[in-house]
Each structure stands twice: as C-alpha cells, then as structure tokens.
C-alpha cells in the first residue's frame, strides 16, 4: 500500500520560507518520479514542482521559478520542498504525488498524500 | 506551456444520467491526458490515464475517449458517489497542466 505523508505546513509570513518534506512508503521511491502539486482555496490544481525518479531532471511551475527548490534523497525514501520568498497567492494546500510510469520525468499522477496547508499572511 | 481548457465548469445532473465533460487542449497530446475525480477536503484521484485507459479500481461507468486536442469523459448512469469535480491533465510535456476543473452537482 502507497502512503505519502506530508509535513512541514503551517502559518509563514509573506516573504519568508518555509520546508516541505514528503515521506514515502509501499513503492519502489527510487524508480518513480514525484511531484507536489498545490490548491488555492476554492480553486483548481497545479503542479508546482515535479522531479525525474533519479533527481537528474526538475521542473518548476513559472509561478514558483527562482523561488521554489525541489529535491529528493532517494536514501531516505523522501521528496523536499524549499519554498522563499513566499507570497500570499502561494496559500494552498501542497500535495505530494507519486507518478504512475517507472523511470520517467512526469506522466498520469497515480497517489496522492493527503495534503499539508501553507498559509502566507501577515 | 499548454493550455487546457475544460467545459461546462459546472453541471447539474440526476442520478442515473449519462455526463459528458469536455477537454480541450492548446497543442497536439498524442494521447497523453489522464482524468480525475476530486472530492470535498479529499486529494484527487485518478480514474483514467492515456485518454482512455482506466485506472484499477475505477467501476466501468468511467470511460474517456478522443484524441489529439479533444478529449471526453464520460459517466454512464452517474451513481450518488461521483457528485464531484473532474479535473483533466496532460503529460504530452513534462510541464504537466490541469483544466480548470467541472463540477458536477445534483440537479
């Protein structure tokens, strides 16, 4: 069984940082790739960051580029979030996601963590 | 980045109904667009991936079609568990994106 457990939310204020970290458990870590995919209040989805199964490829929403830094360490079974310079409108509910194909860069989202709540206010 | 821009964003449907929801995308997939369900306070889930193909676990009412930029997601005699809003993806490119969302509500 999949389980992706989010940690790290919580209450920052505009222009500061703050660190995700995702841990992950039932699957081979190492040969999918992950992604965090964030929601607004009452709004849709977006995938903010994503990286390659070996952590040799990242890719970054225009939104969160130059801001957000997305690793992982495949030692510890776990995906990271570094997120500066945050913004009101960066408010959302993160989630940690496992890609469905083995050994590739970014496909169909197959599990999803429960969700950890970043909230930007002063 | 490409664009996908789904339709209605909202639909009112009974119990029993067939529901389509649209999904259009700015450029060519080749089929890489996946569906999936989202209900209240709850993570996403996915119910089809490669245009049509379902998800294990996922009832046959489910079923999704087109290709190149149009694509659909159908319910066939829509059951009191899928009130819920349906969100399309594509992976043509791994700068994934995600249509704006359909609500599906009971009329």
């Known amino acids: 069984q999949v389980h992706l457990v989010e940690s790290g939310g919580g209450v920052v204020q505009p222009g500061k940082s703050l660190s995700l970290s995702c841990g992950a458990s039932g699957f081979t870590f190492s040969s999918h790739a992950m992604h965090w995919v964030r929601q607004a209040p009452g709004q849709g989805l977006e995938r903010v960051a994503g990286?390659?199964?070996?952590?040799?490829?990242?890719?970054?929403a225009d939104s969160v580029k130059g801001r957000f830094t997305l690793s992982r360490d495949n030692s510890k079974n776990t995906l990271y979030l570094e997120m500066d310079s945050l913004r009101p409108d960066d408010t959302a509910v993160y989630y940690c996601?496992?890609?469905?194909?083995?050994f590739g860069g970014g496909s169909s989202l197959q599990q999803w963590g429960r969700g950890t709540l970043v909230t930007v206010s002063s | 980045d490409i664009q996908m821009t789904q339709s209605p964003s909202t639909l009112s449907a009974s119990v029993g109904d067939r529901v389509t929801i649209t999904c259009r995308a700015s450029q060519s997939l080749n089929n890489w667009l996946a569906w999936y369900q989202q209900k209240p306070g709850k993570a996403p889930k996915l119910l089809i991936y490669?245009?049509?193909t379902l998800e294990d676990g996922v009832p046959s009412r489910f079923s999704g079609s087109g290709s190149g930029t149009e694509f659909t997601l159908t319910i066939s005699g829509l059951q009191p568990d899928d009130f819920a809003t349906y969100y399309c993806q594509q992976y043509n490119t791994y700068f994934l994106t995600f249509g704006g969302g359909t609500k599906v509500d009971i009329k």
């Open positions: 996601v496992k890609d469905k194909i083995m």
């Open positions: 490669k245009a049509s």
């Open positions: 990286i390659s199964y070996d952590g040799s490829n990242k890719y970054y």
